[in-house]
T-cell receptor, first 114, second 114 residues
Framework: DAGVIQSPRHEVTEMGQEVTLRCKPISGHNSLFWYRQTMMRGLELLIYFNNNVPIDDSGMPEDRFSAKMPNASFSTLKIQPSEPRDSAVYFC????????????FGPGTRLTVL | AQSVSQHNHHVILSEAASLELGCNYSYGGTVNLFWYVQYPGQHLQLLLKYFSGDPLVKGIKGFEAEFIKSKFSFNLRKPSVQWSDTAEYFCAVRRNNAGNMLTFGGGTRLMVKP
């Protein structure tokens, strides 16, 4: 398996622009997680899907952030409008009951908002 | 609320020194425990995990961790570190009623001097 796939790997945008981050979980995994990592705040869970349904979105910082999982093999995290404080590395991870809940992380998307 | 505490935020060691990184959690029920490692510029990778059985868990690259239920701890150890162990280490806990969601500690940055 190719592992968790994220795109783009790097994104540089200007404040106010819409940003869409993409994630393809490992095939067969039924849980998907979006995390944000910054030096100041460390690793934060933003939202968690189980069987394509959002289970816990309490970590989503504000209404500018939204996430969708239209099917088992694809998820997006959207920021609209983006702000400089959104600059971070965004990780997607997936897991399943058969993997004994181990989360497999993608390579991350490094977002810079100017 | 459940929390995961890693009290050492930064650790600096010389090569061949022994390592112990602390991890404590606050949840009183059944838990699964994980240590992840993040090498510079990379994503999180699993080092080891505990689900049941022998509380001393062996992981990759010579790492091990011991689950001490009475102390709510899952400390990570390595008898002799190498320069290549320079990374950030994250402890994570899954509660038995939390689906596949993990709660991560704040991370410990390890620097190994050659």
């Amino acid at each position: 398996d190719a592992g968790v796939i994220q795109s783009p790997r790097h994104e540089v945008t200007e404040m106010g622009q819409e940003v869409t981050l993409r994630c393809k979980p490992i095939s067969g995994h039924n849980s998907l997680f979006w995390y944000r990592q910054t030096m100041m705040r460390g690793l934060e869970l933003l939202i968690y899907f189980n069987n394509n349904v959002p289970i816990d979105d309490s970590g989503m910082p504000e209404d500018r952030f939204s996430a969708k999982m239209p099917n088992a093999s694809f998820s997006t995290l959207k920021i609209q409008p983006s702000e400089p404080r959104d600059s971070a590395v965004y990780f997607c991870a997936s897991s399943s009951g058969t993997s004994l809940n181990e989360q497999f992380f993608g390579p991350g998307t490094r977002l810079t908002v100017l | 609320a459940q929390s995961v505490s890693q009290h050492n935020h930064h650790v600096i060691l010389s090569e061949a020194a022994s390592l112990e990184l602390g991890c404590n959690y606050s949840y009183g029920g059944t838990v699964n425990l994980f240590w992840y490692v993040q090498y510079p510029g990379q994503h999180l990778q699993l080092l080891l995990k505990y689900f049941s059985g022998d509380p001393l868990v062996k992981g990759i690259k010579g790492f091990e961790a011991e689950f001490i239920k009475s102390k709510f701890s899952f400390n990570l150890r390595k008898p002799s570190v190498q320069w290549s162990d320079t990374a950030e280490y994250f402890c994570a806990v899954r509660r038995n009623n939390a689906g596949n969601m993990l709660t991560f500690g704040g991370g410990t940055r390890l620097m190994v001097k050659p």
